[in-house]
C-alpha cells in the first residue's frame, strides 16, 4: 500500500466505531484541552456522561453542554461519526466526486440523508474557494464556463433560442494561478463588468492574466494581459496559455456528466466549492489523512441545516 494513500478498509478499521471517531475529532480540534464553543473558556470544562454515552461537556463559565460536534457541519445530525469520516474520505479520493446515491450504499444511510452529507461537506469546503481566501498572483489564468442541458434536448416551448456560447447555460468563472490554487465561482453573466469585477477581487495588481480573446478581459492595465486566439486555433503563446483552468474545467463538466448528470443553479457554488478544494488542499500530492484533516479543519465554525438548505 502506498505511503501517500490509504484504502476505505483502512479508514474503517482506524474508525469503527462511533467512540473511535468522536476521540479522533475531539484530539484534532481542541488537541486534548477542550474549548467551550460558545465563550471559547478552556477553563474548568467538566467532562459528563448522558444516556449512558461519553463525550458531553460542561462549560462551568456559560453553563452549556457541548460535545465535539457542536458549532461543526455535524451538529445536530443522527449520522454516527465513523459514517462521517467514510463519508470524508470518499469526497476528498474520488477525483470526479461521489453521487448521493453511491454514497448511499457504501455509507448505509438512505439517498436524502447522503445527500444531505454531502452538501454539508461542500460547504466546509468555503473556505477554499469562497470569499476569494486566496490571493493570486504571478502567472494567473482565466476563463469561463457553460453548465446545463443543450437547447436541442428541450421541448420547444422551454427553448430560449440565446445567442452566443452561453446557450441558455449557468456561467461559472475560474481563475488557477500557474501550478498554485484555484478559485471558481458562479456569476450571472459574462460580461466586461463582472469579469473584470471577479478578476480585481482575487488576483494581485501587477501579476500576469493569461485569458482567451473574449473582449471582456480588455481593459486592465493594473495587470500584464496575455492572450491566446482559441478561434484561431493558437492555443499556446511565448508561455501564454489557460490550458490550467481549462483542466479544471474539464474535472468539473465529467463530475456534470458522469456522475451528478445534472446540478441546479442554487446548488452549483457547492459543487464548485468541492471540485476547488480537491485541487487546493485536497490535492492528490498530499497524504489521505491530511487531505481529511484539512477538511476536518474546514468543518469547525459552519453550520447548515436543511430548511437553510432547501428554502
Same mark, same amino acid.
Given at each position: 500500500? #502506498?505511503k501517500?494513500?490509504?484504502s476505505?478498509?483502512?479508514?474503517?478499521e482506524?474508525?469503527p466505531?462511533?467512540?473511535?471517531a468522536? +476521540?479522533?475529532?475531539?484530539?484534532?480540534?481542541w488537541g486534548?484541552n477542550?474549548?467551550?464553543?460558545k465563550?471559547q473558556s478552556t477553563?474548568r470544562?467538566?467532562?459528563?456522561?448522558?444516556?449512558?454515552?461519553?463525550?458531553?461537556?460542561?462549560? $462551568?463559565?456559560c453553563?452549556?453542554v457541548?460535545?465535539?460536534?457542536?458549532?461543526?457541519?455535524? *451538529?445536530?445530525s443522527?449520522?454516527?461519526? $465513523?459514517?462521517?469520516?467514510?463519508a470524508?474520505y470518499?469526497v476528498v479520493?474520488?477525483r470526479?466526486?461521489?453521487?448521493?446515491?453511491?454514497? #448511499?450504499?457504501? +455509507?448505509?444511510?438512505?439517498?436524502?440523508t447522503a445527500?444531505?452529507m454531502?452538501?454539508r461537506?461542500?460547504?466546509?469546503?468555503?473556505?477554499?474557494n469562497?470569499g476569494?481566501?486566496?490571493?493570486l498572483e504571478?502567472?494567473?489564468?482565466a476563463?469561463?464556463?457553460?453548465?446545463?442541458?443543450?437547447?436541442?434536448n428541450?421541448h *420547444?416551448?422551454?427553448?430560449?433560442h440565446?445567442? !452566443? !456560447?452561453?446557450g441558455g447555460?449557468a456561467?461559472?468563472f475560474?481563475?488557477?494561478?500557474r501550478n498554485g490554487?484555484?478559485?471558481?465561482?458562479?456569476?450571472?453573466?459574462?460580461?466586461g463588468k463582472?469579469?473584470?469585477a471577479?478578476?480585481r477581487?482575487?488576483?494581485?495588481p501587477?501579476?500576469?492574466l493569461c485569458?482567451d480573446e473574449?473582449?471582456s478581459y480588455q !481593459?486592465m492595465?493594473?495587470y500584464? $494581459?496575455?492572450? +491566446?486566439?482559441?478561434s484561431?486555433?493558437?492555443?499556446?503563446?511565448?508561455?501564454?496559455?489557460?490550458?490550467?483552468?481549462?483542466?479544471?474545467?474539464?474535472?468539473l463538466?465529467?463530475?456534470f456528466?458522469?456522475?451528478y $448528470?445534472?446540478?441546479?443553479?442554487?446548488?452549483?457554488?457547492?459543487y464548485?466549492n468541492?471540485?476547488?478544494?480537491?485541487l487546493? #488542499?485536497?490535492?492528490?500530492?498530499?497524504?489521505?489523512?491530511?487531505?481529511?484533516d484539512?477538511?476536518?479543519?474546514?468543518?469547525?465554525?459552519k453550520?447548515?441545516?436543511?430548511a #437553510?438548505?432547501?428554502?
Amino acid at each position: 500500500m #502506498s505511503k501517500v494513500t490509504i484504502s476505505a478498509y483502512q479508514v474503517m478499521e482506524k474508525f469503527p466505531d462511533e467512540e473511535a471517531a468522536r +476521540v479522533y475529532l475531539e484530539q484534532k480540534r481542541w488537541g486534548g484541552n477542550p474549548a467551550c464553543p460558545k465563550c471559547q473558556s478552556t477553563d474548568r470544562q467538566y467532562k459528563q456522561r448522558r444516556g449512558g454515552k461519553e463525550g458531553y461537556y460542561l462549560c $462551568h463559565h456559560c453553563k452549556k453542554v457541548y460535545t465535539v460536534r457542536t458549532g461543526t457541519i455535524f *451538529e445536530r445530525s443522527h449520522v454516527p461519526l $465513523h459514517k462521517w469520516m467514510l463519508a470524508l474520505y470518499l469526497v476528498v479520493t474520488d477525483r470526479k466526486g461521489i453521487s448521493s446515491l453511491n454514497l #448511499s450504499k457504501v +455509507v448505509g444511510v438512505s439517498q436524502p440523508t447522503a445527500w444531505f452529507m454531502l452538501q454539508r461537506i461542500r460547504f466546509a469546503c468555503e473556505d477554499d474557494n469562497g470569499g476569494n481566501k486566496f490571493v493570486l498572483e504571478g502567472i494567473v489564468e482565466a476563463d469561463e464556463a457553460y453548465l446545463g442541458g443543450k437547447e436541442s434536448n428541450k421541448h *420547444e416551448s422551454k427553448r430560449l433560442h440565446p445567442r !452566443g !456560447g452561453a446557450g441558455g447555460k449557468a456561467t461559472v468563472f475560474g481563475l488557477r494561478q500557474r501550478n498554485g490554487n484555484v478559485i471558481a465561482q458562479v456569476v450571472p453573466d459574462n460580461n466586461g463588468k463582472t469579469l473584470k469585477a471577479a478578476v480585481r477581487a482575487a488576483v494581485r495588481p501587477g501579476s500576469t492574466l493569461c485569458t482567451d480573446e473574449h473582449p471582456s478581459y480588455q !481593459g486592465m492595465p493594473e495587470y500584464h $494581459h496575455r492572450t +491566446v486566439n482559441h478561434s484561431a486555433k493558437q492555443y499556446v503563446y511565448d508561455n501564454a496559455h489557460t490550458n490550467g483552468i481549462e483542466s479544471v474545467w474539464a474535472v468539473l463538466k465529467r463530475a456534470f456528466n458522469g456522475i451528478y $448528470h445534472c446540478f441546479s443553479r442554487k446548488h452549483m457554488q457547492l459543487y464548485l466549492n468541492e471540485v476547488c478544494f480537491r485541487l487546493n #488542499s485536497g490535492s492528490v500530492k498530499v497524504r489521505t489523512l491530511d487531505r481529511i484533516d484539512s477538511l476536518l479543519k474546514m468543518c469547525v465554525g459552519k453550520r447548515m441545516t436543511r430548511a #437553510s438548505l432547501v428554502a
